[in-house]
């Protein structure tokens, strides 16, 4: 049997650091309270997905996903990507005291 999945994607922002260019702050347009920070872009996409989860897992209503198209880049050297995540698998991961 198989578990349920609630899979969600929402665009991110992977800004580079001005001092550092292998460093990458991450928000999220649409869930303000989602920042993270990562060095290198593996280890940011990892911080991505772990942030929104943190953020969304425990929701009553979801925030609206706006269109790719919508989201503006804050500096030519900013990448936009969705970040994709498992509510389920991180409600199950995520620890409470």
């Known amino acids: 049997m198989s578990k ?10 992977f800004e580079p650091s001005d001092v550092t260019k292998d460093r990458f702050t991450i928000t999220f ?7 993270s920070q990562g060095d290198g872009f593996t ?3 990892a911080m991505a997905a772990e942030v929104l989860e943190l953020s969304l897992y425990d929701v009553d ?5 706006s269109p790719l198209v919508d989201i503006e880049k804050p500096s ?7 970040i994709s995540i498992d509510l389920e698998r991180a409600a ?3 620890l409470v005291p």
């Open 29 to 35: 347009p649409d869930v303000p309270d989602a920042i």
């Open 4 to 13: 349920q999945r609630n899979i969600v994607a929402y665009p991110a922002i």
């Open 92 to 94: 199950e991961d995520v």
């Open 76 to 82: 030519d050297s900013s990448i936009i990507l969705c």
């Open 43 to 45: 280890q940011s996409l």
């Open 61 to 65: 209503e979801l925030p609206e996903v």
